[in-house]
């Protein structure tokens, strides 16, 4: 299964995930609601939209987001 790894790029770059939050209001507005079932993978579908904005407020590829888990 395939997870969102957002929470661990968060906590190596010592950000929280309410900084993200505001970060990512900054492109389009998202409620709280939402933005914490996508981080916390509780959501089974993501727009490309949001990973390229996880990408450039995290710095990094979309391969980074990624993490391939055991079922």
Do not use: H, R
């Amino acid at each position: 299964m395939i997870k969102l790894n957002v929470l661990e790029l968060l906590q190596n770059k010592g950000k929280s995930k309410y900084w993200l939050f505001n970060e990512m209001n900054k492109f389009e507005p998202i409620s709280y609601t939402n933005f914490n079932a996508i981080v916390t993978n509780k959501t089974k579908s993501i727009k490309y939209e949001n990973i390229e904005k996880f990408c450039k407020i995290l710095e990094c590829e979309p391969n980074d987001l990624f993490k391939k888990k055991k079922d």
